[in-house]
DNA sequence: CTGCATACCGGAAACCATTTTCATTTTGAC
DNA sequence: GTCAAAATGAAAATGGTTTCCGGTATGCAG
């Protein structure tokens, strides 16, 4: 099933003056379509009834009911995302708000996501000799903690490193073969930047999750851009670690797969020894 | 907006003859529901479109339109979760399914979310003299730090402890004020529980992330129990972490509310000290 | 500038799906 | 068995959607 707003967005220049206007209030206000008549949507964009009918019709939809349809399913996203300032303080309004920006936060970086640039950051770890992963400061170290976390898991010698001297020091021991995969919410840390620079004249590739066009991306082989606008609650967390946290799912899963029967062996190892001393089902997850 | 299916399953007793065999029909064939009119539901019931209005109608629709609506959009949360696995090995495949997985995860544990321990948590934490945080393994001392993160920004003396031997020596210099926030994805760590059991006597109060039912919860003084099922695919990363990731926000951000002005003013701090050594933007994110 | 062809749009009528009304049937209690 | 209440469907009424068609704007050629 294709999505409506992406055939939009293919047939926009096709499109006349009346049909843009009723584009343009399918994106402003696509919950209004979803619960309003024919005839209401009409009158709000300041068409005929006929026009509305037609413009579904360019879209792909045999009726308008199909359309509105359409639109529900592809808004029920969307409409959460409205709701990303609370409603109120209730807790549990904050909650769904919560929930809202998480949701919104991986969706839109999914959608930013550069395949291509992930594709080659997934060949490279695959193959590292050594992989490092750099970060500093609470959402970026988390990052490589738990890039250790998880690449460790497949096999592959992995090792976080967050403090800047020892950044410098681990990037002065490395060499061809060896990759850094660099997390930086800002981009701009300027002391990890000197690492990476190290560490790339000893030969290692340097991958970086991070804002694009800043100092820590004009510095990496491979640049996984991930640029979420911040929001603007000072009380609120930020919803970049949910980001950069998919990408790196989205990593390990690729190399995983990559690594295929080496990595399930390894798997398979950690659970049993944690099952082994642990007592737990079979069932259990790894990584408790 | 309250989920239909829910509704359904709340009011199913209630049901007469024909409705049922509607609500039989709404489970096995949504998108035939979406894609037919309300003679046509009734014909494959075998009722008439008068009944088919009125069962809308006891599940909260204005009309049959208003339920087409609202099938549709929880028939396309069902399928984004039954894309859950991948449709192919193809890398924006995986990263679709993945998100999907995701989004799952977070919704699901919002909704089983009970709100009267989250909030009896966001209270005695935001009273803490200590706030210590365990856990062990990959995602619960991921979740651990993570705690310390995000609540000594708010001007809460924290610390995490993701060693066994250190909760029991931190639990030992506990007391009454303190409070413990333990996160198990298991729920089966007994030697966290063996610290837990320490601390409780020396008046510290312990609030669990994890499982119902378990050790670990039923050690608890407040359960905010967090119960997902886990995948299938070895080779994909557990969504659980984004659950915690998403109850630990939550609660970060009611503490941040309750403590307020001194939260702020601690946020402040935070930023200006980073802004001060490394020369950022004025508006970038804490936290980096 | 004019005339023509084309595309676009809206009014009104036709059409069709949905809803309401109301009579009938079924169910269940006494 | 009888009655009341609930449930159901037939048919009419309603209201929303679509079709048809004519008017208007736009662009192009002469």
Redesign the pocket.
Known sequence: MRDLLSVLQQIEPDL????RILAALLRSDAEFIVNA???DVAERA??????V?RF?RRLGCE???AFKVQVAQVTFAGTRYLTANAASDAPSDIADSLLAQFQDAAARTREALDMESVLAAADAISTAKLLAAFGAGGTSSMISDEIQNRFFRLGLRTVSVTDHAMQLMQAATMRTGDVIVASSVSGRNLQMVRALEAAKTYGAVVIALTRPARPVADHADITIAIDLPEGENILRPSTSRYAFLFVTDLLATLVAMRRGDEARENLRRVKYQLSNTRDLDDKEALGD
Chains 1, 2 share one sequence.
Do not use: L
């Open positions: 006349s003056k009346s049909e008549g024919i005839t300041g068409v005929s009834p006929p026009t009918t579904c009726s308008y009911t």
